[in-house]
């Protein structure tokens, strides 16, 4: 802006940060200040300015943050007062503090450090990009505390820790003059190290990590509940105490002193950020009077305590409490209140990228969306994409080698599959067409095995096609236990497709859409997907054509969120548990000291359990360099990285789009996707190519790194499948939905939510997820391909469904199958 623009500027336009400054320095003035400014303007006849204006300034004294200076700025400003008239004045002040505030600084930031709530151990940039008439200068403040090495555009934590927290600014200087950035809060959260990585959201919703704890306490004591949620920007809190939103309780801790009974009830706490919310859990404060504790199992009276002093009455109610502290862990609290686990653990595999059927989008989102639900519901979670036969095979082994008694097992799997005979296939990505069982892993099959390890609770979650492939006429021969802790939740009815939704970017297929919004509730897991199918049914793209299917043999109120009540761990299962841990830890960041005396810091961050990603950025330059760039070379051939996706100045360049915005900014970023073929540890080069301002030509140094096996390529997933490894056919006669029923208060359905037909019809909203033309069974069906419409080839019609005989049988089971089939109940939306 020019100096006449500005100098026609009305005063009550000046930048904040501008009016802050002149006002301070009016305020402080004594024989200078807003008075003086005052005696001038009155005298001055183009504006007015009363002895009752003054004395309503100086009022603003007794405000809190009132200024004098600014009530009298904005009745001058009121009246038409310009830049250039307050410049006028303020020379015959003689006030050059106060014109010193009024020239323009010639800076200009373009981007303010914005706020965030991080994790402690992770790496956390704050960046503050500006532009001068001249060479600009920075230097970063915690609150009035110059922050020690910070003349750079970033402040860098690596890693973070919970004394960083506080409060940030950036000082720009530019010559003589100088402004400041926004504040921006950083809220360290202290989170014990959980197996498997936690990335930063990056589409601005919240990932809670800490939740507030159920606590039963006594009257007069004081009550303090947490929650904490990651995000960026800082999330914001509400706490609320049955449903209704507690007044000033905006923090992320809340706490009562001098408890009444009053204060029992349900606590939750809303988090929101930016325009995403999501909910802590609900749990349940309960204030005991000291007369009698009125829990089963255990009663304790004071009365005999009354007459004692003060001293031993506290001494008593202490005792009393330890007394109840230990009551709340024993075996007997566990059994009254809501069922718990052992430990909770969930494979999520999304297959996307396959060889030789169509390829997907929605797997990524869908896995990436659940991988961070299920974290803040304590499950240990490992997340894959894009497995090959041998590699999923070889995902669940290891997966199950972390179940053992009463553990909560979770298997979420998006991608192409099909049903036959009652038995779920999911397809790999190497898969040939057409495929068969041989070249596929059976759900029920892994469930038999889950069942050996007397799990807690077995849920399977499949996104994926039903429908038949009459390529494959195996008959499954192996039998089910009898359990009542079995939910199978399918994104759509038997003999139909399940669909995501087309789009030009990354969205969420139909089931993770509706299932997302619903799984943090505390519900029991049937229950929670019921609510699920009834938001799909209401849905009008899919209504008709996807239905929620719901098979349950649970007979015990378990939910996802239940507490975890570790049970006592065998040695082969701590090994398991270490080593899973160990295979999601990240490499260490490393700093890479070139002789030309270039330093690159390198970093890292996880997409996905097998997916990396490696970004590097310039911490030194000598000054005689015009320019150095840092490029990643001699990746290993079995990672497969297409070199023009590598060094990329964005994410997006490489392929990834969900990290994008909690990563940092000015990096060269490579992807590296399927870590698990990893047959080595992972080295590579980095080549620092540097232009020398007296060179023409560019100068090469070269540095070899090493960062050892990463995340699930410490699993060996690539290894040979075992010949007994989920067992090749994947035989057995029964599924949950067939299993013979044990007891009748067994939770025993069969949902089917709405109408579902198997003859399908064009949508311009839908893409059908299914398995490839000429492998799936239909009649004039479509499938909606980037933006594209055409039929399926016309394949005849099945015939008729031959029985399923087991290898072994009895009377006895026949007896038992009949049972449980005609206890089936059929549940139909209205």
Same mark, same amino acid.
């Given at each position: 802006m020019s100096d006449m623009n500005e100098n026609s500027l009305n005063i009550n336009f000046l930048k904040e940060s501008a009016l802050k400054r002149l006002c301070e320095a009016l305020d402080k003035a004594n024989n200078k200040g807003w008075r003086k400014l005052g005696e001038i303007v009155k005298n001055d006849k183009r504006f007015k300015m009363s002895v009752d204006d003054m004395d309503m300034c100086s009022l603003k004294v007794l405000e809190l943050d009132g200024s004098p200076s600014r009530a009298m700025l904005k009745l001058m400003g009121d009246q038409g007062c310009v830049v250039g008239d307050l410049t006028e004045f303020l020379q015959m002040m003689g006030h050059t503090d106060a014109l010193q505030c009024l020239k323009p600084s010639g800076i200009q930031i373009l981007v303010q450090p914005q706020s965030a709530a991080v994790i402690a151990g992770h790496n956390l940039r704050l960046s503050c990009c500006a532009v001068g008439s001249s060479p600009i200068q920075f230097q970063w403040f915690r609150k009035t505390e110059e922050v020690p090495h910070s003349s750079s555009p970033d402040l860098v934590f690596s890693p973070v820790q919970v004394k960083d927290a506080g409060f940030y600014i950036c000082r720009v200087n530019c010559g003589n003059t100088c402004v400041f950035s926004h504040w921006a809060q950083v809220d360290v959260l202290d989170v014990p190290p959980r197996c498997g990585f936690v990335s930063q959201p990056s589409d601005g919703r919240p990932r809670v990590l800490i939740q507030p704890n159920p606590q039963r306490l006594f009257v007069g004591d004081s009550l303090f509940l947490e929650c904490g949620a990651i995000g960026r920007p800082i999330p914001q809190y509400q706490w609320y105490k049955n449903g209704m939103p507690i007044k000033k309780a905006t923090k992320r801790k809340y706490s009562v002193q001098g408890l009444m009974p009053e204060h029992q009830g349900r606590y939750r706490c809303e988090i929101c950020c930016n325009s995403e919310r999501t909910w802590s859990n609900e749990v349940d404060v309960v204030v005991e009077s000291h007369s009698e504790m009125k829990n089963p199992g255990i009663s304790i009276h004071i009365s005999e305590a009354m007459e004692c002093s003060e001293e031993l009455v506290w001494q008593n109610k202490r005792r009393f409490q330890i007394l109840f502290d230990d009551f709340l862990t024993s075996e007997q609290y566990y059994s009254l209140e809501k069922p718990y686990a052992t430990d909770k653990v969930a494979l999520l595999i999304g297959n996307l990228t396959y060889r030789n059927h169509p390829q997907l989008k929605a797997p990524m989102v869908d896995v990436y969306d659940l991988t961070n639900l299920l974290r803040q519901l304590n499950f240990k979670v490992v997340s894959l994409l894009d497995l090959t036969e041998s590699e999923m095979r070889n995902a669940v082994e290891e997966f199950l080698s972390l179940l053992h008694k009463g553990v909560y097992g979770l298997l979420y799997y998006a991608g192409h599959g099909y049903e036959n005979f009652g038995h779920s296939f999911m397809v790999p990505v190497d898969a040939p067409n057409p495929y068969r069982s041989a070249n596929c892993l059976c759900v029920q099959s892994i469930l038999k095995l889950m069942q050996e390890k007397e799990t807690g609770?077995?849920?399977?979650?499949?996104?994926?096609?039903?429908?038949?492939?009459?390529?494959?006429?195996?008959?499954?021969?192996?039998?089910? !236990?009898?359990?009542?802790?079995?939910?199978?939740?399918?994104?759509?009815? =038997?003999?139909?497709?399940?669909? @995501?939704?087309?789009?030009?970017?990354?969205?969420?297929?139909? /089931?993770?859409?509706?299932?997302?919004?619903?799984?943090?509730?505390?519900? !029991?897991?049937?229950?929670?997907?019921?609510?699920?199918?009834?938001?799909?049914?209401?849905?009008?793209?899919?209504?008709?054509?996807?239905?929620?299917?719901?098979?349950?043999?649970?007979?015990?109120?378990?939910?996802?969120?239940?507490?975890?009540?570790?049970? @006592?761990?065998?040695?082969?299962?701590?090994?398991?548990?270490? *080593?899973?841990?160990?295979?999601?830890?990240?490499?260490?960041?490393?700093?890479?000291?070139? &002789?030309?005396?270039?330093?690159?810091?390198?970093?890292?961050?996880?997409?996905?359990?097998?997916?990396?990603? %490696?970004?590097?950025?310039?911490? !030194?330059?000598? &000054?005689?360099?015009?320019?150095?760039?840092?490029? %990643?070379?001699?990746?290993?051939?079995?990672?497969?990285?297409?070199?023009?996706?590598?060094?990329?100045?964005?994410? &997006?360049?490489?392929?990834?789009?969900?990290?994008?915005?909690?990563?940092?900014?000015?990096?060269?970023?490579?992807?590296?996707?399927?870590? =698990?073929?990893?047959? $080595?540890?992972?080295?590579?080069?980095?080549?620092? =190519?540097?232009? /020398?301002?007296?060179? @023409?030509?560019?100068?090469?140094?070269?540095?070899?790194?090493?960062?050892?096996?990463?995340?699930?390529?410490?699993? $060996?997933?690539?290894?040979?499948?075992?010949?007994?490894?989920?067992?090749?056919?994947?035989?057995?006669?029964?599924?949950?939905?067939?299993?013979?029923?044990?007891?009748?208060?067994?939770?025993?359905?069969? *949902?089917?939510?709405?109408?579902?037909?198997?003859?399908? *019809?064009?949508?311009?909203?839908?893409?059908?997820?299914?398995?490839?033309?000429?492998?799936?069974?239909?009649?004039?069906?479509?499938?909606?391909?980037?933006?594209?419409?055409?039929?399926?080839?016309?394949?005849?019609?099945?015939?008729?469904?031959?029985?399923? %005989?087991?290898?072994?049988?009895? $009377?006895?089971?026949?007896?038992?199958?009949?049972?449980?089939?005609?206890?089936?109940?059929?549940?139909?939306?209205?």
């Amino acid at each position: 802006m020019s100096d006449m623009n500005e100098n026609s500027l009305n005063i009550n336009f000046l930048k904040e940060s501008a009016l802050k400054r002149l006002c301070e320095a009016l305020d402080k003035a004594n024989n200078k200040g807003w008075r003086k400014l005052g005696e001038i303007v009155k005298n001055d006849k183009r504006f007015k300015m009363s002895v009752d204006d003054m004395d309503m300034c100086s009022l603003k004294v007794l405000e809190l943050d009132g200024s004098p200076s600014r009530a009298m700025l904005k009745l001058m400003g009121d009246q038409g007062c310009v830049v250039g008239d307050l410049t006028e004045f303020l020379q015959m002040m003689g006030h050059t503090d106060a014109l010193q505030c009024l020239k323009p600084s010639g800076i200009q930031i373009l981007v303010q450090p914005q706020s965030a709530a991080v994790i402690a151990g992770h790496n956390l940039r704050l960046s503050c990009c500006a532009v001068g008439s001249s060479p600009i200068q920075f230097q970063w403040f915690r609150k009035t505390e110059e922050v020690p090495h910070s003349s750079s555009p970033d402040l860098v934590f690596s890693p973070v820790q919970v004394k960083d927290a506080g409060f940030y600014i950036c000082r720009v200087n530019c010559g003589n003059t100088c402004v400041f950035s926004h504040w921006a809060q950083v809220d360290v959260l202290d989170v014990p190290p959980r197996c498997g990585f936690v990335s930063q959201p990056s589409d601005g919703r919240p990932r809670v990590l800490i939740q507030p704890n159920p606590q039963r306490l006594f009257v007069g004591d004081s009550l303090f509940l947490e929650c904490g949620a990651i995000g960026r920007p800082i999330p914001q809190y509400q706490w609320y105490k049955n449903g209704m939103p507690i007044k000033k309780a905006t923090k992320r801790k809340y706490s009562v002193q001098g408890l009444m009974p009053e204060h029992q009830g349900r606590y939750r706490c809303e988090i929101c950020c930016n325009s995403e919310r999501t909910w802590s859990n609900e749990v349940d404060v309960v204030v005991e009077s000291h007369s009698e504790m009125k829990n089963p199992g255990i009663s304790i009276h004071i009365s005999e305590a009354m007459e004692c002093s003060e001293e031993l009455v506290w001494q008593n109610k202490r005792r009393f409490q330890i007394l109840f502290d230990d009551f709340l862990t024993s075996e007997q609290y566990y059994s009254l209140e809501k069922p718990y686990a052992t430990d909770k653990v969930a494979l999520l595999i999304g297959n996307l990228t396959y060889r030789n059927h169509p390829q997907l989008k929605a797997p990524m989102v869908d896995v990436y969306d659940l991988t961070n639900l299920l974290r803040q519901l304590n499950f240990k979670v490992v997340s894959l994409l894009d497995l090959t036969e041998s590699e999923m095979r070889n995902a669940v082994e290891e997966f199950l080698s972390l179940l053992h008694k009463g553990v909560y097992g979770l298997l979420y799997y998006a991608g192409h599959g099909y049903e036959n005979f009652g038995h779920s296939f999911m397809v790999p990505v190497d898969a040939p067409n057409p495929y068969r069982s041989a070249n596929c892993l059976c759900v029920q099959s892994i469930l038999k095995l889950m069942q050996e390890k007397e799990t807690g609770l077995n849920v399977f979650l499949l996104d994926m096609c039903r429908k038949r492939n009459l390529h494959d006429d195996v008959m499954p021969n192996v039998m089910l !236990k009898v359990t009542a802790n079995i939910v199978f939740g399918y994104a759509t009815c =038997q003999d139909a497709e399940a669909f @995501e939704l087309s789009s030009s970017g990354f969205t969420n297929g139909v /089931f993770i859409k509706f299932l997302k919004g619903r799984l943090l509730e505390d519900e !029991k897991i049937t229950v929670l997907l019921d609510s699920v199918a009834e938001d799909m049914g209401q849905f009008d793209p899919t209504k008709g054509k996807q239905a929620l299917e719901i098979r349950s043999s649970l007979s015990e109120r378990r939910s996802l969120t239940d507490p975890i009540r570790p049970g @006592e761990y065998s040695h082969p299962a701590q090994a398991h548990n270490l *080593h899973w841990c160990k295979a999601h830890e990240l490499p260490e960041s490393k700093i890479l000291d070139f &002789e030309c005396g270039v330093q690159i810091k390198m970093d890292f961050a996880a997409e996905f359990s097998n997916v990396l990603v %490696i970004y590097t950025s310039i911490v !030194k330059k000598p &000054e005689e360099m015009a320019s150095c760039r840092a490029h %990643i070379t001699n990746l290993p051939l079995e990672l497969d990285v297409d070199p023009k996706l590598m060094n990329k100045e964005t994410l &997006e360049e490489t392929g990834s789009f969900l990290l994008t915005g909690s990563l940092p900014q000015h990096c060269l970023y490579t992807r590296l996707s399927s870590i =698990q073929k990893l047959r $080595d540890e992972l080295a590579f080069t980095v080549c620092l =190519q540097v232009q /020398f301002s007296s060179l @023409e030509d560019l100068v090469q140094w070269n540095m070899d790194v090493n960062i050892g096996k990463p995340l699930t390529a410490k699993l $060996d997933l690539n290894r040979p499948t075992r010949k007994n490894s989920c067992q090749l056919t994947c035989p057995m006669p029964h599924s949950p939905s067939t299993s013979p029923s044990h007891s009748p208060s067994s939770d025993r359905r069969f *949902h089917s939510h709405g109408p579902c037909f198997s003859q399908m *019809h064009a949508n311009p909203y839908l893409n059908v997820c299914e398995p490839p033309c000429g492998a799936i069974g239909g009649h004039g069906e479509f499938r909606m391909c980037n933006d594209y419409t055409y039929p399926c080839d016309n394949v005849p019609g099945s015939p008729s469904t031959p029985l399923s %005989i087991p290898i072994e049988t009895t $009377d006895d089971v026949d007896d038992m199958q009949n049972e449980f089939m005609n206890s089936l109940q059929f549940y139909n939306n209205p």
